[in-house]
């Protein structure tokens, strides 16, 4: 079993900024994704970001410029800076780890924009 910790949520005003952190308690092989989905009130969850082992990034488009995702290995952990946030990123923010036969989420952690 994994978990996932998430922190680092909370209020921001419109055009301000959060960073969320994601620490794995283990990890169990070399080759996995780790990444941030988010769920806002009558929403699907959608993916926001999401980085390889290899390095290799994703966005979602609306948040493409605005968010960027880091991993640090020897920490187990995964980050994503967001900035010029805006009340449509107001949402759920979930850690998720994800490899062959395996997929892990974290408890999730409240984002709220608002002025």
């Known amino acids: 079993q994994v978990q996932l910790v998430e922190s680092g949520g909370g209020l921001a005003q419109p055009g301000g900024f959060l960073r969320l952190s994601c620490v794995a308690s283990r990890i169990i092989d070399d080759d996995f994704n780790m990444g941030w989905y988010r769920q806002a009130p009558g929403k699907s969850r959608e993916l926001v970001a999401d980085t390889a082992s290899n390095g290799k990034t994703y966005y979602t488009d609306s948040v493409q410029g605005r968010f960027s995702i880091s991993r640090d290995k020897s920490e187990n952990a995964v980050y994503l800076q967001m900035a010029s946030l805006n009340p449509d990123d107001t949402a759920v923010y979930y850690c998720?780890?994800?490899?062959?036969?395996?997929?892990?989420w974290g408890q999730g952690i409240q984002v709220t924009v608002s002025s």
């Open positions: 998720n780890m994800r490899g062959t036969g395996y997929d892990y």
